[in-house]
Structures are given as C-alpha cells and as structure tokens.
C-alpha cells in the first residue's frame, strides 16, 4: 500500500518536471455563479433588431361591433359572465364564412375547444382547439376562408 503511495508521488512529479504535486487547489465548477458580471464579461444575449411582431389582445375597453347582435347571442354572452371568469377572458368574433354571418366563440384557457356558430345560434363546427388544438376537424378551413373580423363582445371583468 505504502509502495502505491510512493509510486504516485514519483509518476506526479515525474509529469510536473520534478515540481512535486500541488496540493490544496481550489476549483471553480461551472455551476459556480461569476463573482461579478458575466462569465465572459460580455452579454450573450444580443440586443434586439426589431419591433414586437405579437399583436396584443383587444383590451376590455375595445370597441365592439355595433350591429345588433341576436337574442341567442345576448343570452350566451349572459351565460359567460354568470360563470366564473376565465383567464385569457372569453371573446367573441364576427366574420363572414361560406356567404354568411358567422360567429366565433373563443374560451378561456387550455384544451377547450373554440366554437363557430351560425347567424341563427347553430353549432356549425370547432375550428381549433382540444387535445390536439386542430378542432374538431369540420371545417379546417375557417382560419383561411374567413373574412371581415369583427370583435363583438370579450368579457370585461
């Protein structure tokens, strides 16, 4: 055992040029936070080269549409805020789809599945949404066919 000891000490200062083995040596590791500024005292993260390309969500004081919305409309938008209120707020759109006047109702968070009615109050489809965010797949072409968006209610609270 002793050997062992003694045969490593050699091989060290061997390799080391005959200096001898440092002992006692501190070692930074890379989870060990920069003592100041930044690990190559340069920003890693460029500045930005252009503007927000997001567009932020209608705010709750947005104009709605005017039109006169029907009476099945009115009672669903009284359903939405008897309800609890859902975080982003519950939206609903106009747009004009296959020649007609077509609402959209979009829900709050998270895997609910979005809704197209007709003029009438009829579910037409579930254009998005879901587990898997693509609908109910029976009108896949709604986000590319529908024209003339208007916000007609979000809910205020």
């Known amino acids: 055992m002793r050997l062992s000891i003694l ?6 200062a061997l390799l080391l040029g005959g200096s001898g083995c440092q002992r006692n040596v501190a070692v930074t590791t890379p989870t060990d936070a920069p003592q100041t500024g ?6 890693s993260t460029p500045a930005p080269t252009s503007a927000n390309t997001i567009e932020p969500t209608p705010q709750p004081d947005a104009t709605f549409d005017d ?6 409309l009115n009672d669903r938008i009284q359903h939405h805020l008897s309800e609890k209120k859902q975080n982003p707020p519950v939206q609903i759109m106009s747009y004009q789809y296959n020649g007609g006047l077509v609402y959209y109702e979009i829900m709050g968070c998270c895997d609910q599945y ?16 879901g587990l898997t965010g693509r609908g109910d797949g029976q009108c896949t072409d709604f986000a590319k066919a529908r024209t003339e968006e208007r ?5 205020p609270r």
């Open 151 to 155: 916000l007609v209610w979000q809910d």
């Open 67 to 72: 039109r006169k919305r029907p009476q099945w």
């Open 114 to 129: 979005t809704t197209l009615y007709s003029s009438t109050g009829k579910v037409l489809c579930h254009p998005d949404g």
């Open 38 to 43: 930044n690990v190559n005292g340069v920003s």
């Open 7 to 12: 045969l490593t000490a050699a091989s060290c």
